[in-house]
């Protein structure tokens, strides 16, 4: 079966970097977009960015470029995201979710979810 | 960037009641619409993709209607489980966005 794990809770300080893994298993890795959605505290959803496994290439939404990383390691059926320059708006939960066919055609297996606090 | 409208942003129903709840895209999607619906401390479960297709698993009480700007997600029958909180998401061109949410709650 279709599982997605993340990667624990993170605290870090204004200015600091977290990478957050997706670990994935039940399924061809390489085959399916991976997306990444955050949700700050008592409120909506927001697409960050995708990767496709396949090739490593991904799409940022215009607000993160610049301060999100997007890679994948195959060997694994990883995927992370590495989220620079940190603020306290940034506090949030971040989602991975698998795309269940070609291009945001709906997400199907998400992962747990990972809380980011950024705080001094 | 698209724009995506939903309404209302909170609805009061009772189970067994009908509801719709509508989402507007600020340009055509043709159907790049997607339905989510997610409950406190977990993460959103995909209920309806393409506008209208059913997600495998997900009770056929749940339809999804629209094509272009317009579009609609009707419960029929509401259940106990039902009530939680619910976004559209066009996937026509990045950034893939989401709806502001409707929060669906027991009278």
């Known amino acids: 079966q279709v599982q997605v794990v993340q990667s624990g809770a993170e605290v870090k300080k204004p200015g600091a970097s977290v990478k957050v893994s997706c670990n994935t298993s039940?399924?061809?890795?390489?085959?399916?977009?991976i997306h990444w959605v955050r949700q700050a505290p008592g409120q909506g959803l927001e697409w960050v960015g995708a990767?496709?496994?396949?090739?490593?290439?991904?799409t940022y939404a215009q607000k993160f470029k610049g301060r999100v990383i997007l890679t994948r390691d195959t060997s694994t059926s990883t995927a992370y995201m590495e989220f620079k320059s940190l603020r306290s708006e940034d506090t949030a939960v971040y989602y991975c979710?698998?795309?269940?066919?070609?291009?945001?055609?709906?997400?199907?297996?998400w992962g747990q979810g990972t809380l980011v606090t950024v705080s001094s | 960037d698209i724009q995506m409208t939903q309404s209302p942003s909170s609805l009061s129903a009772s189970v067994g009641d009908r509801v719709t709840i509508t989402c507007r895209a600020s340009?055509?999607?043709?159907?790049?619409l997607n339905w989510y619906q997610q409950k406190p401390g977990k993460a959103p479960k995909v209920l309806i993709y393409?506008?209208?297709s059913l997600q495998t698993g997900v009770p056929s009480r749940f339809s999804g209607s629209g094509s272009g700007t317009d579009f609609a997600l009707t419960i029929t029958g509401l259940q106990p489980e039902d009530f939680a909180t619910y976004f559209c998401?066009?996937?026509?061109?990045?950034?893939?966005?989401f709806g502001q949410g409707t929060k669906l709650e027991i009278k």
């Open positions: 979710a698998r795309d269940l066919g070609g291009w945001a055609a709906g997400l199907d297996y």
């Open positions: 039940g399924y061809t890795f390489i085959s399916y977009y």
């Open positions: 990767i496709n496994p396949g090739d490593g290439s991904t």
């Open positions: 340009q055509t999607i043709t159907t790049y």
């Open positions: 393409a506008a209208s």
């Open positions: 998401q066009q996937g026509s061109s990045p950034p893939f966005t």
